[in-house]
T-cell receptor, first 113, second 114 residues
Framework: GAVVSQHPSWVICKSGTSVKIECRSL??????MFWYRQFPKQSLMLMAT?????????EQGVEKDKFLINHASLTLSTLTVTSAHPEDSSFYIC?????????FGAGTRLSVL | AQSVTQPDIHITVSEGASLELRCNYS??????LFWYVQSPGQGLQLLLK??????LVQGIKGFEAEFKRSQSSFNLRKPSVHWSDAAEYFC????????????FGTGTQLKVEL
């Protein structure tokens, strides 16, 4: 149980385009999901907390207009990287919260050319 | 603010040897404690957790961890390491009533020599 699916696993896009990443809890409902960014050989950096039916809460220093988060249902949160630039290239990981535990997706590797 | 320290960035052990990965946290109360494992290019898998009760907790893949309040530690152990255990290990702390956020340590990269 407690499976989180993240899609796509890898995406390449041109600079200036937008990319959407989906995070789904497959066998449970998650009122809260989290989005992280991970740089090579580093730990996870929390970007934002996504709550179903309300606006996301962004961590300090994260541009909310660049990283749009939508949590329209209890099983789906999306992260849209708008007007992507090469510096946005990174590994993005989502998690879904249930019973005091965060369950993680497999991550999305974003490469912006 | 709470913090999590994993003092060892890299650890190399021989297959079949025992393993201990260290984790210390800084927080006024007892937090929720977690160990996750990450294989290259993958997300994080929960190995085990501590919320309350017995301070020695068992997890998946033969791992265990012991919560020591006096030392603010939550070290991960495995009696006999397998080559497939090579991965990055993260200790994480969650606040009770803290909005479900986690604070992660910097991770320990485990290499297993055959």
């Amino acid at each position: 149980g407690a499976v989180v699916s993240q899609h796509p696993s890898w995406v390449i896009c041109k600079s200036g385009t937008s990319v959407k990443i989906e995070c789904r809890s497959l066998d449970f409902q998650a009122t809260t999901m989290f989005w992280y960014r991970q740089f090579p050989k580093q730990s996870l950096m929390l970007m934002a907390t996504s709550n179903e039916g309300s606006k996301a809460t962004y961590e300090q220093g994260v541009e909310k207009d660049k990283f749009l988060i939508n949590h329209a249902s209890l099983t789906l949160s999306t992260l849209t990287v708008t007007s992507a630039h090469p510096e946005d290239s990174s590994f993005y990981i989502c998690s879904a919260w249930a019973k005091n535990i965060q369950y993680f997706g497999a991550g999305t590797r974003l490469s912006v050319l | 603010a709470q913090s999590v320290t994993q003092p060892d960035i890299h650890i190399t052990v021989s297959e079949g040897a025992s393993l201990e990965l260290r984790c210390n946290y800084s927080y006024g109360a007892t937090p929720y404690l977690f160990w996750y494992v990450q294989s290259p290019g993958q997300g994080l898998q929960l190995l085990l957790k501590y919320f309350s009760g017995d301070t020695l907790v068992q997890g998946i893949k033969g791992f265990e961890a012991e919560f020591k309040r006096s030392q603010s530690s939550f070290n991960l152990r495995k009696p006999s390491v397998h080559w497939s255990d090579a991965a990055e290990y993260f200790c994480a702390v969650g606040l009770t009533g803290g909005g479900n956020k986690l604070t992660f340590g910097t991770g320990t990269q485990l290499k297993v020599e055959l």
